[in-house]
């Protein structure tokens, strides 16, 4: 039986690949999964439980959430990465650390294939096949689901048959849980006019009153949140736990996908929202107008080369080092205030504060310049305009 290592969440997709592989292709199937944050050590023992029911050979979980924080994550809040304003790109930015780690795993027992369950349709086939390609050109990939086409009624036919057990009617929902938010993908998604019904989203609302939360930050990096110092990850998860029962950071993204079709997936993202929208008002009083202007549309870059699954091109490490030096005075704390399905900033204090009285007060008086000084200024600044209007005679 030749080795085959597969991409397995326990889901329905990677549960059809299990038992099809295995059964009808007669694989050695070494199921992995690449803990990026989301999952309990209960749920990754029910994880594994599964995986050899349905009839793989092995499991192995590996825990990845601080490679997950440092090559990825922590970029994404430098840059204030939202895709299409709108989305903290969880599940995109997640599948990057979980191809490399996948096929390394895959080269380390020697397997000469590795599988997943991506459809022919998604973006995920894309960003898992160019890390493998170019890490591994050697192993060969196999996708039933993409190959054989396959609706998600056909996969549970399909297992129903083969007499494996799953909560079928969760199975409805493609759920991806992270560090950086969760992605939620139904039959409400395939459309461009029906909303997820709350009881598909993990968090539901248990919380009606308002909560005071500040969070910490060093050099752009999240370090204490209400005043208790903890790693990023940890801060982040701790986070998540507060503004979670609020329903904070629901919605549903619509962008463009790499194969050049419309994409709609529902999210959750309460951390990441907060986080970033946190990070980037503090960038606003710490950061120069220029440095702001050349990072929004650098960081833009940075998160559609990581959705496309260019994470490998070094350009990637050229955009990160620009990002990493951006944060130098990136310190302060943030307050913010939660609310059911909603949160607000309420502002900063910090050292590298530009806002700095000693040299006005926007509005209201100037203490570092003169009255002259201004209306020079103004005239000089008007010249070009001037000029053009003159020679061409436009208002």
Same mark, same amino acid.
């Given at each position: 039986m030749e080795k085959l290592v597969l991409a397995y969440s326990g889901g329905l997709d990677t549960s059809y690949c299990a038992k099809y592989l295995?059964?009808? &292709?007669?694989?050695?199937?070494?199921?992995?999964? *690449?803990?990026? +944050?989301?999952?309990?050590?209960?749920?990754?023992?029910?994880?594994?439980? $599964?995986?050899?029911?349905?009839?793989?050979?092995?499991? $192995?979980?590996?825990?990845?959430? =601080?490679?997950?924080?440092?090559?990825?994550?922590?970029?994404?809040?430098?840059g204030n990465v939202l895709k299409n304003n709108t989305y903290p790109l969880s599940v995109s930015a997640e599948r990057i650390i979980q191809a490399v780690e996948i096929i390394n795993y895959a080269k380390s027992i020697g397997a000469k294939y590795v599988a997943h369950g991506s459809t022919g349709a998604g973006n995920d086939q894309v960003r898992? @096949?160019?890390?493998?390609?170019?890490?591994? %050109?050697?192993?060969?990939?196999?996708? %039933?689901? !993409? @190959? $054989? &086409?396959?609706?998600?009624?056909?996969?549970?036919?399909?297992?129903?048959?083969? @007499?494996? @057990?799953?909560?079928w009617e969760k199975a409805q929902y493609s759920v991806n849980k992270g560090l950086w938010g969760t992605s939620v993908g139904g039959s409400e998604t395939l459309t461009s006019h029906k909303g997820l019904p709350e009881s598909a989203y993990p968090s539901q609302v248990s919380k009606q009153e308002s909560e005071q939360v500040t969070l910490?930050?060093?050099?752009?990096?999240?370090?204490?949140?209400?005043?208790? %110092?903890?790693?990023?990850?940890?801060?982040?998860?701790?986070?998540?736990?507060?503004?979670? %029962?609020? +329903?904070?950071? !629901?919605?549903?993204?619509?962008?463009?996908?790499?194969?050049? *079709? $419309?994409? !709609?997936?529902?999210?959750e993202a309460a951390a990441p929202l907060i986080i970033i929208k946190a990070h980037h008002l503090l960038e606003k009083h710490t950061l120069t107008k220029w440095q702001q202007q050349h990072k929004d549309y650098l960081s833009s870059w940075y998160g559609m080369h990581l959705h496309e699954g260019l994470y490998l091109d070094p350009v990637m490490r050229n955009m990160e080092a620009f990002?990493?030096?951006?944060?130098?005075?990136?310190?302060?704390?943030?307050?913010?205030?939660?609310?059911?399905? !909603?949160?607000?900033?309420?502002? *900063?204090?910090?050292?590298?504060?530009?806002?700095?009285?000693?040299?006005?007060?926007?509005?209201?008086?100037?203490?570092?310049?003169?009255?002259? =000084?201004? &209306? +020079?200024?103004?005239?000089?600044?008007?010249?070009?305009?001037?000029?053009?209007?003159?020679?061409?005679?436009?208002s």
């Open positions: 295995s059964k009808e &292709k007669g694989f050695e199937v070494h199921a992995i999964s *690449i803990n990026t +944050g989301g999952f309990s050590q209960a749920e990754i023992d029910e994880i594994e439980s $599964k995986a050899l029911k349905i009839g793989a050979k092995t499991y $192995k979980n590996i825990q990845a959430k =601080d490679i997950f924080y440092n090559k990825v994550v922590k970029n994404l809040i430098f898992f @096949d160019m890390i493998f390609q170019t890490l591994a %050109p050697e192993i060969e990939i196999i996708t %039933p689901i !993409r @190959d $054989k &086409k396959l609706s998600r009624q056909e996969e549970i036919e399909y297992l129903k048959a083969n @007499d494996v @057990d799953m909560n910490k930050f060093e050099k752009g990096e999240l370090v204490a949140v209400n005043g208790k %110092p903890a790693s990023p990850v940890e801060n982040i998860e701790y986070l998540q736990s507060l503004a979670a %029962p609020y +329903g904070i950071g !629901r919605d549903i993204h619509v962008g463009d996908t790499i194969i050049g *079709i $419309k994409g !709609r997936v529902g999210f990002l990493a030096d951006s944060q130098k005075n990136v310190t302060g704390e943030v307050f913010v205030t939660l609310n059911p399905y !909603r949160f607000t900033l309420e502002g *900063i204090q910090s050292k590298h504060d530009l806002m700095n009285a000693s040299f006005g007060a926007y509005g209201e008086m100037n203490k570092g310049w003169t009255a002259d =000084d201004a &209306k +020079g200024f103004i005239k000089l600044m008007g010249n070009q305009n001037k000029i053009y209007t003159h020679v061409n005679g436009e």
